[in-house]
């Protein structure tokens, strides 16, 4: 199992120190035998050389005085599964961190063996969803070992062709139609919170931002959005939406979604995406593109084959697809919300960039053309050393206390600042796109990796100085690497689709009023409103549909608190 994108590129000082044991170590699940005396047995552990565990009765029983002196029955170990990496307050880095057994390839291998035919009752209609960072690393890999350019549009034909034919599922999305429902969503969600003067609102699409900040500081929770990523709401579509469309029912579908980072595993797992009424996922199983690579492997797919009318332009499926929304490779949720302050101003906005340390820690700054004035200020961080900066920022300047020592200060250095009029007249962040991994989602740990050397660099993926000596990762036959920042720029090409990077436009009028079609419909069918609430998705329904979609496209976090204090752990 590879380790996230974030922990391979930095290292561990970025992340907390481990504070507990893990808390299922070994289970005891095979029933016991029948013992009619308690006490006529003494037993103990016997651990073999292969960690198996094996239980010893050394003392025969009275009613068996001719038994062997001593007998061993073997004990199952326990397996963990991602319900208790999410228990447990230890590590937030849990999803890479323990054996996942429910959320892998062979997971889905397992399900087509045991999948009825179509014909019986008990068929579940196989789904898989793809996100565009996953096509774009696929596509990137095959243009550097082929004569020409491999677009999106052809990848995400091959991965149809295989997923189809060879595996058996029945649709093949890729996940940006559900991206920009969020898109939609996130900006509705962004003017509430300012007319309620609840800003800043920090991006929530990142599983391992969201765990870290969950688990670490509690105290940003009320900042962070409540929409659902992509990935889920790609799930509240399968399995509700395009579900009745096909006349069935959220538990007879298998949704398998394929997504650049591991942690989105951990996503999927959550209680909140659960169905008690048909106890079903919202997504049943995550891989990544590397599983989804090794799946074409094992059975034998060639990507690098072209497939009939894989430049086809016509999509055959319900929902549009490879949409383009310009901004950031992450989600584009930092330009969306601009393009919507800017929408909504009555006069001519102007945009400045200014880079804090790297282009992964950028703020962008909306201002009036007539005086200047800032109507907006928003931030573009990735990667943990950023992230914790940023954290200390807008607890500063919220006034929230984010931690012990000079953190832990912030709130009575804010007041005194306030108090002797020090603090100027700086505009705050009214919005922050946070992602965990330097680079955003195209570099994330369950992406595909090109062969790149870091001997020569004296800088890791986030522009911090490194000894590669000291911390670089050897690799067999290529001298230390510690990530390649050249081919996330390859990777960040394909997924523009070779146009400037980012490109200063997005979807066409055409393609864009079929998505916001598409997206109505939607609204109207699954929250139901009254005539009123027809229009638009930035147009309030009536009491009753504004519910509903708060429940299908919105969601909640809580924080984890650990009982253990990480410098007591004994190693």
Same mark, same amino acid.
């Given at each position: 199992?590879?380790f996230?994108?974030?922990?391979?590129l930095?290292d561990?000082?970025?992340?907390?120190?481990?504070?507990?044991?893990?808390?299922?170590?070994?289970?005891?699940?095979?029933?016991?035998?029948?013992?009619?005396?308690?006490?006529s047995a003494?037993?103990d552990?016997?651990?073999?050389?292969?960690?198996?565990?094996?239980e010893?009765s050394?003392?025969?029983?009275?009613?068996?005085?001719?038994?062997?002196?001593?007998?061993?029955?073997?004990?199952?170990?326990?397996?963990?599964?991602?319900?208790?990496?999410?228990?447990?307050?230890?590590?937030?880095t849990s999803a890479?961190?323990?054996?996942?057994?429910?959320q892998?390839?062979?997971?889905?291998l397992?399900?087509?063996?045991?999948?009825?035919?179509?014909s019986?009752?008990?068929?579940?209609?196989?789904?898989?969803?793809?996100?565009?960072?996953?096509?774009?690393?696929?596509s990137?890999?095959?243009?550097?070992?082929?004569?020409?350019p491999?677009?999106?549009?052809?990848v995400m034909r091959?991965?149809?062709?295989?997923?189809?034919?060879?595996?058996?599922?029945?649709?093949?999305y890729?996940?940006?139609?559900?991206?920009?429902?969020?898109?939609?969503?996130?900006?509705?969600?962004?003017?509430?919170?300012?007319?309620?003067?609840?800003?800043?609102?920090?991006?929530?699409?990142?599983p391992?931002?969201?765990?870290?900040?969950?688990?670490?500081?509690?105290?940003?929770?009320?900042?962070?959005?409540?929409?659902?990523?992509p990935?889920?709401?790609?799930?509240?579509?399968?399995?509700?939406?395009?579900?009745?469309i096909?006349?069935?029912?959220?538990?007879?579908?298998?949704?398998?979604?394929?997504?650049?980072?591991?942690?989105?595993?951990?996503?999927?797992?959550?209680?909140?995406?659960?169905?008690?009424?048909?106890?079903?996922?919202d997504v049943?199983?995550?891989?990544t593109t590397?599983?989804?690579?090794?799946?074409?492997?094992?059975?034998?797919?060639?990507?690098?084959?072209?497939?009939?009318?894989?430049?086809?332009?016509?999509?055959?499926?319900?929902?549009?697809?490879?949409?383009?929304?310009?901004?950031?490779?992450a989600?584009?949720y930092?330009?969306?919300?601009m393009?919507?302050?800017?929408?909504?101003?009555?006069?001519?906005?102007?945009?400045?960039?200014?880079?804090?340390?790297t282009?992964d820690? =950028?703020e *962008?700054?909306?201002?009036?053309?007539? #005086? @200047?004035?800032v109507?907006?200020?928003?931030?573009k961080?990735? &990667?943990? %050393?950023?992230?914790?900066?940023?954290v200390?920022?807008?607890?500063?300047?919220?006034?929230?206390?984010?931690?012990?020592?000079a953190?832990?200060?912030?709130?009575?250095?804010?007041?005194?600042?306030?108090?002797?009029?020090?603090?100027?007249?700086?505009?705050?962040?009214?919005?922050?796109?946070?992602?965990?991994?330097?680079?955003?989602?195209?570099n994330?740990?369950?992406?595909l990796?090109g062969?790149?050397?870091?001997s020569?660099?004296?800088?890791?993926e =986030?522009? *911090?100085?490194?000894?590669?000596e000291? #911390? @670089?990762?050897?690799?067999?036959?290529e001298?230390?690497?510690? &990530?390649? %920042?050249?081919?996330?720029k390859e990777?960040?090409?394909?997924?523009?689709?070779?146009?400037?990077?980012?490109?200063?436009?997005?979807?066409?009028?055409?393609?864009?009023?079929?998505?916001?079609?598409?997206?109505?419909?939607v609204q109207?069918?699954m929250?139901?409103p009254?005539?009123?609430?027809?229009?638009?998705?930035?147009?309030?329904?009536?009491?009753?549909a504004?519910?509903?979609?708060?429940?299908?496209?919105?969601?909640?976090?809580?924080?984890?608190?650990?009982?253990v204090?990480?410098?007591?752990?004994?190693?």
């Amino acid at each position: 199992m590879a380790f996230s994108g974030a922990l391979t590129l930095t290292d561990l000082n970025d992340f907390l120190t481990p504070s507990q044991a893990c808390i299922k170590p070994v289970e005891q699940l095979n029933a016991p035998e029948t013992v009619n005396d308690a006490g006529s047995a003494s037993t103990d552990i016997r651990i073999d050389s292969f960690g198996s565990y094996y239980e010893v009765s050394s003392t025969p029983s009275v009613q068996d005085a001719t038994a062997p002196k001593s007998s061993e029955r073997k004990l199952q170990q326990a397996q963990i599964n991602l319900n208790d990496c999410l228990a447990c307050s230890g590590c937030i880095t849990s999803a890479e961190s323990v054996l996942i057994t429910l959320q892998s390839h062979t997971e889905v291998l397992n399900f087509f063996e045991g999948n009825p035919p179509a014909s019986s009752p008990a068929h579940k209609v196989p789904v898989l969803s793809i996100a565009p960072q996953c096509l774009a690393s696929l596509s990137a890999t095959l243009s550097s070992s082929s004569s020409g350019p491999v677009g999106l549009r052809q990848v995400m034909r091959r991965v149809g062709g295989f997923c189809t034919q060879v595996l058996g599922f029945e649709h093949v999305y890729d996940t940006t139609f559900a991206r920009h429902i969020s898109l939609l969503e996130h900006a509705r969600e962004f003017w509430e919170r300012k007319r309620d003067g609840k800003l800043p609102m920090l991006a929530s699409a990142c599983p391992g931002w969201i765990c870290y900040a969950e688990k670490t500081h509690s105290e940003m929770l009320p900042f962070i959005s409540r929409t659902k990523s992509p990935q889920q709401v790609m799930g509240t579509l399968v399995k509700s939406w395009l579900a009745s469309i096909w006349g069935k029912q959220p538990d007879q579908i298998y949704h398998v979604a394929v997504m650049p980072c591991y942690d989105k595993k951990l996503e999927a797992s959550r209680q909140d995406f659960y169905n008690d009424v048909y106890s079903t996922r919202d997504v049943d199983c995550v891989i990544t593109t590397g599983e989804l690579e090794l799946l074409m492997h094992e059975k034998g797919w060639d990507l690098s084959v072209p497939v009939p009318e894989e430049d086809n332009a016509q999509n055959l499926e319900d929902i549009p697809e490879l949409l383009l929304h310009p901004g950031t490779s992450a989600g584009s949720y930092l330009h969306s919300l601009m393009s919507a302050v800017r929408h909504a101003c009555p006069e001519p906005l102007d945009l400045s960039v200014k880079t804090v340390r790297t282009s992964d820690y =950028e703020e *962008y700054m909306l201002h009036k053309q007539s #005086n @200047g004035e800032v109507v907006f200020k928003g931030a573009k961080c990735y &990667g943990f %050393r950023n992230l914790q900066n940023v954290v200390r920022k807008v607890g500063k300047e919220a006034g929230v206390q984010v931690g012990r020592g000079a953190a832990g200060r912030m709130v009575g250095i804010r007041a005194k600042a306030k108090k002797n009029g020090a603090e100027g007249d700086e505009k705050r962040y009214d919005y922050v796109e946070v992602m965990a991994c330097p680079g955003g989602c195209v570099n994330g740990g369950g992406q595909l990796r090109g062969i790149g050397k870091a001997s020569e660099r004296t800088e890791d993926e =986030e522009g *911090y100085a490194r000894s590669w000596e000291e #911390n @670089g990762v050897s690799m067999s036959g290529e001298g230390p690497k510690w &990530g390649n %920042r050249e081919w996330t720029k390859e990777v960040e090409e394909a997924y523009w689709r070779k146009l400037p990077t980012p490109p200063p436009w997005g979807m066409g009028s055409d393609e864009l009023d079929y998505a916001n079609h598409v997206a109505l419909t939607v609204q109207v069918d699954m929250c139901r409103p009254g005539e009123a609430g027809r229009t638009g998705w930035d147009v309030d329904m009536d009491t009753g549909a504004e519910k509903r979609r708060r429940e299908l496209f919105r969601t909640d976090y809580r924080a984890v608190e650990s009982e253990v204090i990480g410098l007591t752990v004994k190693w």
